[in-house]
């Protein structure tokens, strides 16, 4: 190339270059006329968006206007698919996500996605009323986008089992069923309360939640499984701000909890089998718990602030504290109640994401 | 080979821009929201006869809340990426570089992870710290990579992977201090995401001031482009020629980072499209900057509006990160492009 040549053709490559230009204003003015069209169909549409409608604030602090009759609800975690359930709410649930598997009627409804990454416009053909969202598995850019559409957004953020009560008992009135949602709390709290009176008395059991064995993830304080040990009589021995921090297996061994407890979903099928497999490996042979046996599959529920977890902190305090709920029958029958139960959700967790890190 | 005239540049624009069109039109069209182009046509008559209430609501809100938007910003963000990456391609005359070779994208992270821990339930609070993050590692590796007083390629791009690596640890350290919920969202913002919603309620003006500066920064871009083609050659030899080639560089890397800023901080890192788009005009349309900066800008468009129509359909409902797509779509263009010419 000469510098003839390109000297010849940047005055011409001006003239190019602003004739492109206005190609490009062009464009924009086109779009401009489309979305002039779309804020004038947001105005237009907020008129009837006042009639009926209470405002309401969430519990991450955003508002939102939410009408006093809600027949429509699409709910965008699995805890808050079985929350609509327990409160006899499901013919009121138009869209779930295609993680929401129990109660079994759950898995039929029309799905809008997984709950991080949901079609957006999925949910808006489902015409919601109320959408359902949680922070322990949801993103805020969801909720977001959806609040500029003027769809109303309820984002939960339980991080206690009093928490998650209290939002259970929200929701129903959002949804216009403050008397389900005040009995269920109340039969939830009463079963709770049953547990406390047994175990009150005893010292807390030091506990390893292992969220993830390999690397090592367990929960921090702040959780609400950390909060659901507690109700159960155990304590974490790992102490962390962090809501799901990776621990080194030395601090493990340091620390020598009583017990380790796995979920159903990331361990072996029984709990023989995962016992040996983990006394097969030198890290864990080294802690006390593992040596004596002391290893507690805990119901899949223990993972989702939903109705569920109550029934978790049941299994988990009778497993720990063993002495205290012997004296009655109760404890074996229940004890065969959640064994169907764990298995059945194991069955369907296999092809399932990590509830946790959600990812 | 065929003389470039200022016609042919115009006629392949064009072209492009046909294509860009016809994609843009189908990406409106595919979702799990049904709409025809009829509707779309018949909606837009409906609306200009001023009978909007017929439209249904869900309408509007599908195709000019989520889709319309998503497509404008798509086309942004794919022409900012591909113009930066064939920008720094030829500033540090390295065909690997592309825009985040310079640590823009990592600078851009750390910022939006700062606001996920000062301010995590602020809408635009993440694009605006990108941005600041962005333009305060332009200017730290600008100064990093200047030499005796004059940008020089080897110390930039030494300077840009430094700080890329640099930020890289802090953003490492500042993960362990997020939460859960926080954590989400950086992750799919690492991955590039076009579904967050803008910081303001004005989609119109925040659009419109985003295709501004890219306006700008590009034409900027532009008016290098026949010295660009010199510098190609040699800087030495530019310089014999008369070329500036200090202002040249100055401006191709503030043109070029500027974009890069403005695509990251809207958009998350989306990658590849800015290495290999680039390379892909080349390919077909030639080496020179004159034509390749404007079809590069055209090229990237497509590639991302068609990433992100395949993103949020392939696995309906649920969506995929458009990152991931254009990684997936991209990489056997290319291979196939390349080894078409190698024969």
């Known amino acids: 190339m000469s510098r003839s040549a390109s000297l010849y053709s940047r005055g011409f490559f001006i003239g190019a270059f602003t004739r492109a230009a206005r190609q490009i204003v062009l464009v924009i003015l086109f779009l401009a006329f489309c979305l002039a069209n779309y804020t004038g169909a947001a105005a237009a549409q907020a008129p009837t968006y006042k009639r009926g409608m209470k405002f309401v604030t969430d519990e991450t602090g955003r508002r939102m206007a939410i009408p006093f009759s809600v027949q429509h609800v699409v709910t965008l975690a699995p805890d808050l698919t079985e929350t609509v359930y327990a409160l006899g709410l499901g013919d009121k649930l138009v869209g779930d996500t295609s993680f929401c598997d129990t109660p079994p009627a759950a898995k039929l409804k029309p799905h809008v996605g997984s709950p991080q990454t949901p079609n957006l416009e999925a949910i808006v053909a489902m015409h919601p009323d109320l959408v359902l969202a949680t922070t322990s598995i949801n993103r805020a850019e969801t909720a977001d986008a959806l609040l500029r559409l003027g769809i109303p957004v309820f984002t939960s953020d339980p991080h206690t089992v009093r928490g998650m009560l209290d939002s259970i008992a929200r929701m129903a009135d959002l949804i216009g069923a403050h008397e389900q949602g005040t009995a269920l709390v109340a039969q939830l709290q009463s079963r709770l309360d049953a547990v406390h009176a047994r175990i009150a008395e005893l010292p807390l059991v030091h506990a390893l939640f292992v969220v993830w064995e390999d690397p090592l993830i367990t929960i921090g304080q702040n959780t609400f499984i950390a909060d659901a040990l507690r109700w159960a009589g155990a304590e974490s021995v790992i102490v962390a701000n962090q809501n799901w921090p990776q621990v080194s297996m030395e601090e493990v061994v340091r620390l020598q909890p009583d017990y380790i407890l796995f979920t159903a979903n990331h361990s072996e099928s029984n709990k023989d089998h995962e016992l040996n497999r983990l006394r097969a490996q030198p890290a864990w042979k080294a802690l006390r718990a593992i040596q004596m046996g002391r290893v507690v599959r805990v119901d899949d529920e223990i993972t989702k602030p939903s109705p569920g977890l109550v029934g978790a902190i049941e299994q988990i305090a009778h497993e720990l504290h063993p002495e205290v709920f012997s004296s009655d029958g109760r404890g074996e029958g229940f004890e065969h109640r959640t064994g169907v139960r764990m298995e059945f959700s194991a069955n369907i967790r296999q092809e399932r994401e990590c509830d946790f890190c959600g990812l | ?343």
Request: glycine share 10%; hydrophobic share 55%.
């Open chain 2, 1 to 343: 080979m065929r003389p470039l005239t200022p016609q042919r540049i115009l006629g392949t624009c064009l072209g492009l821009c046909g294509v860009l069109f016809a994609v843009a039109v189908i990406s409106l069209r595919m979702g799990a929201y049904p709409i025809s182009v009829r509707d779309i046509v018949s909606t837009l008559f409906e609306a200009a006869a001023g009978r909007r209430e017929e439209v249904p609501v869900e309408f509007w809100q599908v195709v000019f809340g989520l889709r319309l938007p998503r497509i404008a910003l798509g086309i942004l963000v794919g022409a900012s990426l591909s113009t930066a990456g064939a920008g720094f391609q030829a500033l540090l005359r390295n065909p690997l570089a592309d825009p985040y070779v310079l640590g823009v994208s990592s600078g851009a992270a750390l910022g939006a992870i700062v606001s996920l821990i000062v301010a995590p339930h602020t809408v635009g609070a993440i694009q605006i710290a990108a941005f600041i993050g962005a333009a305060s590692t332009i200017a730290a590796v600008y100064f990093l990579g200047r030499r005796g007083g004059q940008l020089d390629s080897p110390t930039l791009l030494l300077a840009g992977i430094v700080a890329a690596s640099f930020l890289s640890a802090i953003i490492m350290f500042l993960l362990t201090m997020v939460t859960g919920s926080e954590l989400r969202s950086i992750a799919f913002w690492l991955m590039g995401d076009l579904t967050a919603p803008p910081p303001t309620t004005n989609v119109l003006g925040w659009l419109g001031f985003l295709f501004f500066v890219f306006i700008l920064a590009a034409g900027a871009m532009y008016t290098t482009s026949s010295d660009l083609n010199l510098i190609l050659t040699g800087e030495q030899e530019a310089k014999h020629l008369g070329v500036n080639v200090n202002r040249v560089k100055f401006v191709v890397y503030i043109a070029a980072s500027v974009l890069t800023g403005l695509a990251v901080s809207v958009s998350g890192a989306i990658g590849y499209v800015g290495l290999l788009v680039p390379h892909v005009m080349r390919m077909l349309f030639g080496t020179d900057y004159r034509m390749l900066i404007p079809t590069a800008a055209i090229g990237g468009a497509i590639a991302i509006v068609l990433a992100d129509t395949l993103a949020r359909t392939v696995v309906a409902p649920t969506e995929l990160p458009v990152g991931a797509m254009t990684a997936l779509a991209g990489a056997p263009v290319f291979i196939y492009l390349m080894r078409r010419r190698m024969r």
